[in-house]
């Protein structure tokens, strides 16, 4: 059984680039979170999609958006891309929205330059 | 992360019990969680517990809370040179998303 699954593994963007990572979530889970882990911290809270709805937000600036498709899977979109935005991108997922048990991918590493 | 607070280093020698401590500030009911992250990698989920509930063993794990002091508490018994890592404590707060503390590095020498 596929855990969470995120692509790419790694990307290196420059400032003021866009950039789009996907998550997959394990089967049979529908709701997906995305966090941001800076180097030293811990994660920190960006997004929840359950059923394709957004169901919460971190304090992130509007240049971070997501979304989730018909098959659970989510997109997380970074606009102009900061020099600050280099971080390991962190995928969750968990069966319902109350996100009792929340299982993580290997994370997408973005490097902004 | 700031209302969850880990001491950020522990060192112990293999064979050793290891305790890595955490606090909270979330004081209505709640889950709490250790993940583990080895280097390069993502967070694996190693147990979990209820506010209501008081202590929770799970092999080698065992997870004590404190809910009038808010603290957590993480006891890997007969740590092995493979429990080195950073743990993460984290609550899940009244929106479902998880806050976590910073971490506590684990070593664990031979």
């Known amino acids: 059984d596929a855990g969470v699954t995120q692509s790419p593994t790694h990307l290196i963007k420059t400032r003021g680039q866009h950039v789009t990572l996907r998550c997959s979530p394990i089967s049979g889970h529908k709701s997906v979170s995305w966090y941001q882990q800076v180097l030293g911290q811990g994660p920190q809270f960006i997004f929840q999609y359950y059923e394709k709805e957004e169901r919460g937000r971190g304090n992130f600036p509007d240049r971070f958006s997501a979304r989730q498709f018909p098959n659970y899977s989510s997109e997380l979109n970074v606009n102009a891309l900061l020099l600050g935005d280099s971080a390991l991108y962190l995928c969750?997922?968990?069966?319902?929205?109350?996100?009792?048990?929340?299982?993580f991918g290997q994370g997408t590493r973005l490097t902004v330059v | 992360g700031e209302d969850v607070e880990q001491s950020l280093f522990l060192s112990v020698r293999e064979g050793d019990s290891s305790v890595i401590n955490c606090t909270y500030t979330?004081?209505?009911?709640?889950?709490l969680y250790w993940y583990k992250q080895e280097p390069g990698a993502g967070l694996q989920l190693l147990t979990y517990i209820f506010s209501n509930m008081d202590m929770k063993q799970d092999q080698r794990l065992t997870v004590l809370l404190n809910k009038k002091d808010k603290h957590l508490s993480l006891r890997i018994a007969d740590t092995q040179t493979g429990d080195s890592a950073i743990y993460f404590c984290a609550e899940r707060n009244s929106g479902y998303a998880l806050n976590f503390g910073k971490g506590t590095s684990l070593l664990v020498t031979p």
């Open positions: 979330d004081s209505s009911s709640t889950y």
């Open positions: 969750a997922s968990s069966l319902s929205q109350m996100n009792t048990e929340a299982f």
